[in-house]
Structure formats: C-alpha cells, structure tokens
C-alpha cells in the first residue's frame, strides 16, 4: 500500500471518519456492511468498536480536532482569531483504507469456512507504522485501537508474545468437530479424514451420531461462504437410532441467541397431526457453545452497545429430505401447493416461518415401488410464534429473492415493519415464479432477464422482480415450464394488484379470503390435480 506521509492525526481522523459509533453517538445512517478500522492520535483514544454489515460506507468526516502546528512555523498574521483552516482530504488514501478492509473480511470468512465449527479469526490491517487487529466471528468484526509499533513498540511486542502462546482454541478452532486440525499444522501432508462421534438426548433414547471431518465425497449437501450470520453447514451422519426410516443429516449453524430454539418450533408444530406429513422430523439438538459469541463482547465490555445479538453454536439433528427440484410439472405445483396448506395451518395458530425460500421447499419421499412425496416446509430457525411482532429493518433476515416486494420498500419515519400473512403468500408466488424462470432439469438456470434477481441489493432487487410483475411477457420461461406459463402470467396479474399505496387506515386483510384469492388465480392456469390435504375449513 502506497505510504502516507502526513501525520498521524490527520491520518487517524480519516480512518476514525469510518468507525462503527461509539457509544452515545445517534447514527443517521445504518452502521456500513464494511468492517472499519478506527485510529489513534494523541488527544483521542477510542475504545474498542464493533463493525457490522448493514449498507453503504459511510462518507468521511472531520468531527476530530486536530493538533496545531508548531506557533515557530505559523506567520503571526496567520494566527488571526476564527480563522477558517481548509484540511484537504487525500480520496486516494480512503480508497486505501476500503480497499484494505475489504480484503481484511473477505480473508476473515475464508478462515472462518475452513474449519468446521471454528468459532473466530484474526486479522491485521498495516498503514505505514500503524496496524489495527481485527476478531472475526459470526456476529461481527471487532477493532482494536491503532497501535504504533515504532512509537509504542513495547505494547506492540507484548501482543506479538501473547499470540506466540495461543493454542488451537485461542485461534477458534474446535478440536472436537475438527480432529485433524493439528494434524494439518504439525503435518506437510494433507491429513485422513478423523471420525467424530457426538451424543444426543432425543425424545425416547439418547443416542449417538457419527461422521468424519474433512467430509468425504457426497457427504457435504449444504454450505454457506459469510463472514457473519447463520453460516449454515448441513451434512450427512450416520446413527444408532432404532426409530429411523430413512437416512439422517446434521445441521450445524450459529443462530441468534434471542431467538426461539428451532427444535421448539417444530415440536409445538407437530402438535397438529394433520400435518406430520409435511413437516421436518428433528430426533435431537443441542448447544455446542451456548454462550458463543457473547463471551468476547462480555470481556471486552461492549456486549450492551453491540449492533447485533450474539449467537450461539448449535448443531441438530434431522431426517434427510429432497429438494423439491427433483420434481417436475404437475408433481412440482402440487408439491408446492401442500406446503401453501401447511403453512396457512400454522400462521392461524401464530407458528410463523419467516423466511419462505425454494431451497426450503422440500419433500419427504414415502414408497420404493411407486413412491409418493410430500410437500415439507422445512428450515424454521428464523420462525416464531409470535403475532404481529414489529421488527427493525436492519434485524429484517430473509431470503431476499422471494421477500415480498412491500418489506423491500424504505419505511416512512416511525412506520412499523410488520411481516404478516400476504408477505409470506407472496414469497409463495415469487418461489413458483422463480422455478419457471431459473430451474432447468432441477438446477438453477436462470435467463439473463432474470440473473439480477439474484441481488442481495433490496433495491436493485425490487426493481428487478416489479418489472416482471408489471410486464411478464418479456419474460421466456425454461421450455420445461413452457405449458405453465399462463399460470406464471396470472401470477403476475396478482402480483401486480398487490403494489399499492400502502395505507396505515385500511382495514387488515382476511388471511382466508386472500388465500382463496391467490388459489382461484393460480390454479386458473393449471390443469393438473390439486391437493385437499393438509384441510383448511372454509376453503
């Protein structure tokens, strides 16, 4: 990085320009999606910060004062009182400073995704003769204050020889989910799989599960490359359990820690047994790490001003589904109609799901001969059951592709953001919308006109996916879907009725109603059998 040559507190009120805020500080934008380094100079010395992904970097700003200059140096007819100083701002050296930081996290999610159940990493950003140490885990980035290794080097060299004594734990590997982990230290030559063995308390028995890390072929079904969230990592297991039909895979993620216990959700679901059938089968769950990524924050005192909750390490057990891709044509809709029915069933006893994806559409296979599925809504560890429950826009944790286009939408100063029953029937519509478009013979596919759907931008995304719905004929659907297209054409005729003023005095919307609305629409176009089942009375 090209070296910078002016003084330190000017350089320090750059960097500072880009810090999380401090506590006491009202922010007027969300906290930027990029890990900042704050700095040092003489007459400030902030506290360790915590940096979050939300937005846009926030611009640069001056609010530091900085030193004066020697009064030998200054021109008596300079030092005229009020006078106006113009700093100049080098925008080279901010880009510097981003450039580095984005390199920074991008390397901190490469070593948290290369050890199974590694709980956090470190990193460093050098300027000149400063550098700022970085913690990454699934909760965030925290940054230590500057240190000037010329100027404090016994600081400096102290922190050199505690790193010297860290162990495997101290670096955030998990030795018990990881065995090999030393062996890939202490070993030029890539290391066998190790078995791992874990117990569980499960409804009727304790039992014990069993697979091997690093996973082999075909074991590994689902994993997600992130610096911060759920990090999700589903693989397969093998087990002792007497009462298994069929085979079992694993789920190890970091949920947030205020969050209901998923496991809890799926059992007070179950308590419906119209819809055994179309739910997920979990045998046992526990914390691997309870208190998580509280513990640092705890220590370091900035667990009460944290812009995310923590999050715990959790790893549950769970019946092998199919993705409902496997599918084709009427096999598909009729799928995806059950889960419609399940889901309506649960929203009316306050069993919300939340966050309605294709991937989360699956199918539980019964039969060898002639075998029958069955639409499952699986992957509730963002549900609740709680009824309209106000959330922040920045806490909004959903897929974003299928969100209803209305929680996409910026909120007027003090307007709640509350999802209710139409945003989840509309990630329905988007889900069915999405398979005519991008799946081709059960693979992600999608035509150019709709690969920018694939945003994680709310905005580009909304964008996007509205023009669909205001002109759907623009669109081709894969040659599979092609007999289906008029039922995707009344889909966006509803979709489209649904992009309105919103009215804070409107009377709220009948669930029932509108779910035989959108049903009359849907199957409008749609001449394959439709399911009874799961029964919802009145419809």
Known sequence: MPPYTQTGARFAR??????????????????????????????????????DNC????????????PAEDPDEIDPEERAPKRTKVVKKNPAINDHIIDAVLKSGINGAEMLCSSLGRTNAFGMIIIDATIWIWRFDRQGAIQSTGINFIEDLPRFMVLLLAMQRFDLSDWGFNEKLDPAISLRHSSATPPTPQPIELEFDGENQKFKVDFEFPFGEDRLLHEVFSLKGKSTTVFKVTSDLKNNESGLVAKLYWPNQDRPNEADIIKHAHEDADLANHLPCIFGSRDLDPIG?????????????????????????????????????????????????????????????LDLSLANLMLRGRGVVEPKYFGVLNDWDLGDEEENRTESRKDLTKTILFTALDLLRDRLPGEPLIQLYPHDLESFAWILVWVFLAIRQGQASPGAKVTGWRTSHPHVNKKERKDFAVSPWEYIPHEEWSSYWQMARNIAAWLRSRIKEPDPNAPPEDDLELLRSFLNVAESGYTGRKPDLPKIEGL
């Open 14 to 51: 750059i960097i500072s320009g880009f810090s999380a805020p401090q506590k006491g500080d009202t922010p007027s934008a969300p906290i930027s999606s990029v890990p900042t380094p704050s700095g040092s100079a003489p007459e400030y010395t902030p506290p360790s910060v915590e940096a």
């Open 55 to 66: 937005g846009q970097v926030p611009s640069t700003s001056n609010k530091h004062k900085r």
């Open 293 to 353: 990524t509280r513990r640092i924050r705890e220590e370091l005192g900035i667990a009460a001003r944290s812009p995310r909750p923590p999050r715990l390490l959790r790893i549950a057990i769970f019946e092998e589904l199919l993705p409902i891709t496997i599918l084709t044509g009427d096999n598909l809709v009729f799928a995806w109609l059950e889960c419609i029915r399940c889901h309506y069933r649960l929203w009316q006893r306050h069993i919300r799901h």
